[in-house]
C-alpha cells in the first residue's frame, strides 16, 4: 500500500544533542510537510517542501532544519533541542500544491523525549 | 485571514449515543474542509472531507455538510462505539499555495460501554 513512513516512532535525545528524525513516502507526492504537536493540541506546521522548494513558517525556530534529498524521503534536523521540543513530529504529503482538495496523508508521528 | 473554530471537550458519550461536535471556519476564497481523527500515539488519518459548499463528506457512520451561509462544517454520527474515541480535528485548506491546512484545537471523544 502506497504510505507515509516515519522513523524512529520514538526518539530519546538528551538536551542539546543533535537529533534526525526521517520520513518517506511511495505516494510520489510532491509536497512534503513536517509537524510539531505537543501534547493536547493541534498539529503546528513548521516546513514544507514542493519539490526541492523549501518554504520555512516564519515563527519556526532556526534550531529547526530539514532536508529533501529526493522525492521520496525528508529529514527534520533538530540541531540543539531543548526540553521545550518534546513533541510529536509528524510528517504529511500531498499532491502538487494550488488545489485546495488536494488532502494531506499523514505518518505515524515520531514521539521525541528531550532527557 | 483563515481560522477554525472547534467545539472544545473533552465530550464523553455513552455508546449508541449521538454525536456532534460543532466546526466553524473563516477564510478567504473557497477553502476544502477535513475532519481528521486522531487515534491514541498515531498519527492523523482523513475521516472526511468537502471541497465545495453543500457537499456531504461521509465516512464510517460519520457524516459533515459544508455549510457557506453559517460557515461551519459540524461531525455527526448517529450511533458512536467505543472504538470511536479518539481526538477530532476539524481542518480547512486554503485555495492557493502548498494546500496548508488550518486546524482547530481539537476534540477528543470518548465512548463508555
Known amino acids: 500500500d502506497a504510505m507515509v513512513i516515519q522513523n524512529p516512532r520514538y526518539q530519546v535525545t538528551q538536551f542539546g544533542k543533535p537529533v534526525t528524525l526521517s520520513c518517506s513516502q511511495t505516494l510520489n507526492h510532491n509536497v512534503m510537510y513536517w509537524y510539531q504537536q505537543k501534547s493536547s493540541q493541534a498539529p503546528k506546521l513548521l516546513f514544507h517542501?514542493?519539490?526541492?522548494?523549501?518554504?520555512n513558517e516564519a515563527d519556526t525556530p532556526d534550531n529547526f532544519q530539514s532536508r529533501r534529498p529526493n522525492t521520496s524521503f525528508c529529514f527534520l534536523d533538530i540541531r540543539s533541542p531543548g526540553l521545550g521540543d518534546a513533541a510529536m513530529y509528524l510528517c504529511?504529503?500531498?499532491?502538487?500544491?494550488?488545489?485546495?482538495?488536494?488532502?494531506?496523508?499523514f505518518g505515524p508521528g515520531t514521539r521525541l523525549t528531550v532527557l | 485571514g483563515n481560522s477554525v473554530t472547534q467545539m472544545e471537550g473533552p465530550v464523553t458519550l455513552s455508546e449508541e449515543a449521538f454525536l456532534t461536535i460543532n466546526c466553524t471556519y473563516t477564510a478567504t476564497g473557497y477553502p476544502s474542509l477535513f475532519w481528521y481523527v486522531q487515534y491514541p500515539g498515531e498519527g492523523l488519518q482523513l475521516l472526511l472531507k468537502a471541497t465545495k459548499a453543500d457537499d456531504k463528506g461521509s465516512n464510517k457512520g460519520f457524516e459533515a455538510t459544508y455549510r457557506k451561509e453559517t460557515t461551519s462544517f459540524h461531525l455527526e454520527k448517529g450511533s458512536v462505539q467505543v472504538s470511536d474515541s479518539a481526538v477530532y480535528f476539524c481542518?480547512?485548506?486554503?485555495?492557493?499555495?502548498?494546500?496548508?491546512?488550518?486546524f482547530g484545537t481539537g476534540t477528543r471523544l470518548t465512548v463508555i460501554p
Open positions: 517542501y514542493y519539490d526541492k522548494d523549501f518554504n
Open positions: 504529511a504529503t500531498s499532491r502538487s500544491p494550488g488545489q485546495s482538495y488536494n488532502e494531506q496523508f
Open positions: 481542518a480547512l485548506s486554503d485555495q492557493g499555495g502548498a494546500n496548508n491546512l488550518f
